[in-house]
């Protein structure tokens, strides 16, 4: 072994964990793109349910392969008693996260094993999850409220029913759009913490709902999902338009981050960010200004003015929490939304791997001793 083989990448930044043909990033230039689909495109023309179908099968959709999937999705939205039985056992108090968690763990224990070179079973599957996920969110939502779970409406899409599930009220049609472009522009971003976590244990071929349970384990985390809930916070202590100056001088001289500003891998524009950007200026134009908005524009001035020439600029998660909580959506439901997106990513990810797979197994470099002396536990 070379000391070149033995060198430890903290985070396996840069290493090669799959080959995928599923989402591409180039972080230079701000491009992402889904089986070959500009990200630019795909929000202006397709829909949440067009974009899972292109992620699964690699593809667009025909308009009868379309119709089906809607039709499938509308069908597995009904889940069993049972799993909603268990999401009430829950704690009120708990994060709606752990609560994901858990019950899509618990929808797994309600289904046959999946063979996962079943193609047919596979994407059956695939529809079930991406159709719970958004309605095990909504229940754990109308359970800590003590609210009754409307019925799913077999006439929305996903975005629409779930602004229907959790406020209760079917959605004007901007708001509907507003959400499912958020669905579109957060559905896959290459091999990203969750969906390495998904690729791990889809690998070890345990079933679709263990591989769909971790990855939202993975974005649980407050380095992954979760920026777009640290925006909204940031915007309510900074409290006023007048006090942006101030507060980003103060920042920025303590060395802190703005939240919602920069990106790890785009080192220009994020190319979600100004999608949302249009839809929210949409979305205020037509409801007007809240306090919020006009400090996170105060504030994407300010920074932008003062971090621009380095690159950083606002990114996705700046504009979505904003969306969200005008949609009605509580935040700490923000992560919740961002994984009933992404399972469609998630599901396709594990597809891919199962086509090809081998069981993770990398390696570790050892730093500890040799040799100990074992002494019995009473002469410690
Ligand atoms: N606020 C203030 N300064 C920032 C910043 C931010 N949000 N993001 C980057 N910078 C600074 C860095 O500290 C660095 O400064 P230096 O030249 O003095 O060392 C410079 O800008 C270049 O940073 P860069 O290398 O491009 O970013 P990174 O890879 O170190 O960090 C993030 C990327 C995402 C971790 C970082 O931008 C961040 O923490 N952003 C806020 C959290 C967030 O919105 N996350 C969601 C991402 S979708």
Redesign the pocket.
């Known amino acids: 072994m070379t000391p070149k083989d033995n060198q430890y990448k903290p985070g396996l930044a840069g290493i090669p964990a799959a080959e995928s043909s599923i989402s591409y990033i180039d972080g230079d230039k701000g491009v992402l793109e889904y089986r070959g689909f500009p990200i630019e495109t795909l929000a202006e023309k397709s829909s949440f349910e067009e974009v899972c179908w292109l992620l699964l099968h690699g593809k667009l959709p025909t308009s009868k392969e379309l119709d089906g999937l809607r039709a499938e999705l509308a069908e597995a939205r009904r889940l069993p008693d049972a799993v909603l039985e268990i999401v009430r056992s829950l704690p009120r108090d708990g994060h709606p996260m752990a609560a994901l968690q858990a019950s899509i763990a618990a929808l797994g224990t309600m289904q046959e094993r999946v063979d996962p070179h079943d193609v047919r079973a596979s994407e059956v599957a695939c529809i079930r999850l991406i159709a719970a996920t958004p309605v095990l969110i909504a229940a754990y939502d109308a359970h800590r409220a003590g609210r009754d779970l409307p019925e799913p409406d077999a006439g929305l899409d996903t975005a629409a029913n779930f602004l229907w599930m959790i406020n209760g009220a079917a959605p004007d049609d901007l708001s509907a759009r507003v959400l499912d472009v958020a669905l579109v522009l957060h559905a896959d971003h290459t091999m990203n913490a969750s969906t390495f976590a998904a690729r791990v244990v889809a690998s070890t071929e345990a079933d679709p709902y263990s591989v769909c349970a971790s990855a939202v384990g993975a974005l649980y985390g407050p380095l992954h999902g979760g ?2 809930e ?2 909204l916070n940031q915007l309510e202590a900074i409290g006023s338009t007048d006090a942006v100056p101030s507060w980003v001088e103060e ?2 001289g303590a ?10 891998v ?2 220009t524009k ?1 190319p979600r960010a100004p999608i949302l950007q249009g839809l929210t200026r949409e979305l205020f134009g037509k409801r007007g200004t809240t306090p919020i908005y006009d400090i996170a524009l105060a504030l994407e001035d300010e ?1 932008t003015r003062r ?1 621009g020439e ?3 600029y606002p ?4 504009f979505s929490g904003i969306v969200y909580q005008e949609l009605g959506i509580a935040t700490d439901l923000f992560t919740p939304v961002f994984a009933m997106s992404r399972v469609a990513g998630w599901m396709a990810h594990w597809r891919e791997q199962m086509q090809d797979n081998r069981i993770f197994r990398p390696r570790q470099v050892f730093v500890g001793g040799h040799g100990a002396t074992y002494t019995d536990v009473a002469s410690r």
């Open positions: 920026a777009n640290r925006v920042q920025l060395k802190g981050k703005v939240m919602g500003f920069g990106h790890r785009y080192k994020d920074v971090l380095k690159g950083i990114n996705v998660d700046f």
